[in-house]
């Protein structure tokens, strides 16, 4: 998976926030979002750790050490900036103040199921704040490869791993497709320039509805 | 009034056994003095209740290091592989608790509530020997207050009352888990008169604050940060 993909992804997933939203980023990719917000959308983005009006990494030498995302990585405030406990914090989430929320994600099902926490056996980092987010944020959107780095397919008929969030996905966008998630199911909305709609199907295992011509990003 | 002590004889008074919230998030907001001091005297058989693991030798990571800690009450340990390895080897156990859950916990431990209902964690692993209310055709799930014997916390500005004001993202769960506790120390970076705080701009009321210990400023540098971010 080269930086491309990566950039792509970000770049597609900005096109999403519109001015005045207040928007979640988590770690990777999701981060990278905020550098390709389009001229005249200004989001606010909140940090779960307790505060909204975020703005980029420091000037190196211009660090503060009290003030970290929840990547804990140093960055600088906005003007209008705000800080506030974690049950404040938590509040604003659970209680759907926050518009967008996008987040990596290990599997991603037909019902919107999303599995990004824990690999039995393998990894036990803990859900962090990922489960509040997915349950109270108004849209969740999910930035993925469409495979992992064995190839497997990650948008599954059925997450095989422990869940994070129980039907919250909204959105799925790849280096190879961007897939909505309805009650009726997935829905193909846009297939990447460099692929054909076959690609995205047979790197999928979920089943994918096609109502329109899929669009074309890139 | 002059709640100012002595760093060894604030941390004398917690004994072994005790249940410690430990505030922080990824070690910014981690009274880390306090933290030090208590394994100098090496309390043992501790549960702590702290945001994450902290980092290796860094934050609530010192108490896994040192072995004091025997449960970690938290949402996320994935900074620290040695609180991984102590929790594969049995040596300590791991509550995963998700982090907007863990803070209205421990806020309802300290103002007089039960619990609360939340959506946070319906139809996932959290929800196991829980019980499911669905108001208004949503699901929630009951989940109950949580309280500690002490509050190691860290502010900024103290007066002697114990009014505490904090700083930029230090905040995290400091102030919620001073009323959580029995018996709370803070790690304060300047101590001022009483009536030298602005009543208005006081972000704790010292009525929670048991004890302040003095950290000089070249303790409160941190070089934590995660390469990257975190994974």
């Known amino acids: 998976m080269s930086y491309d993909y990566r950039?792509?992804?970000?770049?597609?997933?900005?096109?999403?926030?519109?001015?005045?939203?207040?928007?979640?980023?988590?770690?990777?990719?999701?981060?990278?979002?905020?550098?390709?917000?389009?001229?005249?959308?200004?989001?606010?983005?909140?940090?779960?750790?307790?505060?909204?009006?975020?703005?980029?990494?420091?000037?190196?030498?211009?660090?503060?050490?009290?003030?970290?995302?929840?990547?804990?990585?140093?960055?600088?405030?906005?003007?209008?900036?705000?800080?506030?406990?974690?049950?404040?914090?938590?509040?604003?989430?659970?209680?759907?103040?926050?518009?967008?929320?996008?987040?990596?994600?290990?599997?991603?099902?037909?019902?919107?199921?999303?599995?990004?926490?824990?690999?039995?056996?393998?990894?036990?980092?803990?859900?962090?704040?990922?489960?509040?987010?997915?349950?109270?944020?108004?849209?969740?959107?999910?930035?993925?490869?469409?495979?992992?780095?064995?190839?497997?397919?990650?948008?599954?008929?059925?997450?095989?791993?422990?869940?994070?969030?129980?039907?919250?996905?909204?959105?799925?966008?790849?280096?190879?497709?961007?897939?909505?998630?309805?009650?009726?199911?997935?829905?193909?909305?846009?297939?990447?320039?460099?692929?054909?709609?076959?690609?995205?199907?047979?790197a999928t295992e979920a089943e994918l509805m096609i109502l329109d011509t899929p669009g074309v990003f890139a | 009034m002059n709640k100012e002590r002595d760093l060894v004889q604030a941390i004398a008074d917690i004994a072994s056994g005790s249940t410690i919230m430990v505030g922080g998030f990824m070690t910014v907001g981690t009274p880390e003095i306090l933290v030090d001091e208590l394994v100098r005297q090496g309390q043992e058989n501790l549960t702590i209740v702290c945001n994450d693991a902290g980092v290796p030798g860094g934050g609530v990571g010192k108490l896994v290091r040192s072995k004091q800690l025997s449960i970690l009450i938290t949402s996320h340990i994935g900074l620290n592989p040695e609180m991984g390895k102590a929790m594969n080897s049995g040596e300590a156990q791991v509550q995963l608790v998700p982090q907007g859950t863990l803070a209205e916990r421990i806020r309802c431990g300290g103002t007089g509530l039960g619990g609360f209902l939340t959506p946070t964690g319906v139809g996932t692993l959290v929800e196991e020997g829980k019980e499911r209310k669905t108001l208004d055709g949503k699901d929630y799930l009951l989940e109950l207050s949580l309280k500690g014997d002490v509050a190691l916390i860290k502010a900024h500005r103290a007066d002697r009352a114990g009014n505490l004001i904090f700083r930029m993202s230090a905040r995290n769960f400091n102030p919620l888990m001073a009323p959580a506790c029995q018996y709370v120390v803070a790690q304060v970076s300047e101590i001022v008169e009483i009536g030298e705080l602005d009543p208005d701009e006081i972000m704790l009321p010292g009525i929670f604050v048991d004890a302040l210990v003095l950290a000089p400023a070249d303790d409160q540098t941190r070089t934590n940060e995660t390469e990257g971010g975190a994974p």
């Open chain 1, 7 to 202: 950039e792509r992804i970000a770049r597609r997933i900005a096109r999403e926030f519109q001015d005045g939203q207040v928007v979640n980023l988590g770690i990777g990719m999701p981060t990278m979002a905020a550098n390709f917000i389009p001229e005249g959308v200004n989001i606010i983005l909140q940090s779960e750790n307790g505060f909204v009006g975020m703005g980029p990494s420091p000037v190196p030498g211009q660090e503060d050490p009290d003030l970290i995302n929840a990547g804990n990585q140093h960055v600088t405030l906005k003007p209008g900036a705000c800080f506030f406990d974690s049950a404040t914090s938590f509040g604003i989430i659970r209680g759907g103040h926050v518009d967008i929320t996008v987040l990596g994600t290990l599997e991603v099902d037909e019902q919107g199921n999303i599995a990004n926490y824990i690999v039995p056996g393998k990894m036990v980092a803990g859900m962090g704040g990922a489960m509040d987010l997915c349950a109270g944020a108004r849209k969740v959107i999910l930035a993925t490869t469409h495979c992992d780095k064995d190839g497997n397919p990650k948008i599954r008929k059925k997450c095989t791993l422990p869940l994070t969030a129980v039907g919250q996905a909204d959105l799925i966008v790849t280096e190879k497709a961007v897939i909505e998630c309805t009650p009726e199911g997935l829905v193909l909305l846009e297939v990447a320039a460099d692929c054909s709609i076959d690609d995205v199907l047979q």
